[in-house]
């Protein structure tokens, strides 16, 4: 199936340059145009007090459902803590060969681990984030590649280690994709 685009839809501040580094990276990545836009949604229905953190897998759901469109590709961004049942907390999912994502910047600011603010690596986290559950909606998985962009990352240093592009072999399977 041919893509027309990409969205990515914010729920919640995120500055508009933050907004536009990201997408600059992410369109080049994916070679498609990106579009930016304000989604809004009630987060205090996704609230897990007893976890003090977000249901991510109930956010995928929905923003799936009230925001993905056939032909498209829809990640929504978040600032707020995100779990699934099964892990402590998560960065972001998606659906597999799905239509949606979610990424969280939230444990990806430096402050969250007592190091000094840096605005560069938070860019570079959460672009390498966004790509990645934007890759698995494309059909990628986890890579073995230490660098490839769809490696796992389970904590911000392995986010760190790897470069925000697609290894040789996650490329080829992207684009081979796109020509069925």
Known sequence: MKFEKINLISFGFFEKSLLEKISADVERAFELPIWT?????????????NRRQYDGYALLKKVDADFG????????????????PILTFIFGQAYLNGRAGIA???RLRNEKYGIFKDENILIQRFK???????????????????????????????IDQKSQHLCKK????L??????
């Open 175 to 180: 684009e081979s994709d796109r020509m069925l």
């Open 128 to 158: 390498k984030e966004v790509i990645h559950e934007l890759g698995h909606t494309f059909g990628l998985i986890h890579c073995i590649d230490p660098e490839c962009v769809m490696r796992s990352s389970t904590y911000v240093e392995d």
């Open 37 to 49: 836009r304000e989604g809004h949604l009630d987060l205090s229905h996704y609230y897990d007090p």
């Open 69 to 84: 469109q056939a032909g498209e590709k829809t990640l929504g961004i978040f600032n707020v803590d995100l779990f699934i």
């Open 104 to 106: 969280s910047i939230y």
């Open 170 to 173: 996650c490329r080829e399977k």
